[in-house]
């Protein structure tokens, strides 16, 4: 088996990236070329992708936010400022999980757990405070008829249901926090809502400034 990367994104990753994410999530608009120029204009470092033998087949992307700023309901078009993460606080201590994206043809390597290793890593490597993050329910569409989102997620974290994405974030050390309607509209699988998570830094120094308030 081949052995997965996780490095910082390039300006040159940049249109392989939305060839992959239109594979990964058909259903969904891409995002802009220059949308991902700003991304890595405002945090470089909170943008990786994933690579197997040199090719990439997985990306994740974050920013800076002062979470009480966005603690009420949002939807992803307010708190990524569009894609273009504009609302990047480097005075924040939480790191906002953005996007991840695997290549479907390589699922089962286990990319997305390397690719949220790197997020914790970073997480940790910026004394940070926490990741948040606002999680697809792919699977709510066949139930939509019968329940409601909230009760489809609670199925899911007591382990009546498996949902490809919420299950992983569990799975992954992520708390489940309720939920956000109305979070990506355009995504049909889900109904447009999101589980909100979480994933507390353990390692998190409150005596110490984050390395970017430095």
Known sequence: MSEIYIRSTHTTDID?????????????????????VQQLEMFPQGQL????????????SSLVILWDEWADEHSWKEITASGTF?????????????????DPRVRGMRVGHALYGGRRQLCQDLN????????????????ADTMTAEQYAKKVLWGDFVDPV???????GSRDCGLMEGYIPEDQASCGHAALIVWLNTEYDSAQPTALQR
């Open 16 to 36: 392989p990236l939305i060839k992959l994410q239109a594979l990964a999530y058909p259903s969904i608009e891409p995002w802009r070329k220059d949308h991902l």
């Open 49 to 60: 992708v994933a690579t197997v033998d040199g090719q990439i087949v997985g990306c994740a």
């Open 86 to 102: 504009h609302t990047h606080n480097p005075s924040g201590f939480t790191l906002y999980g953005a996007e991840v994206f695997v």
């Open 128 to 143: 940070l405070r926490r990741i948040i993050a606002c999680g697809r329910l792919p699977g709510y569409h066949a139930h």
């Open 166 to 172: 919420l299950s992983f974030q569990l799975r992954e």
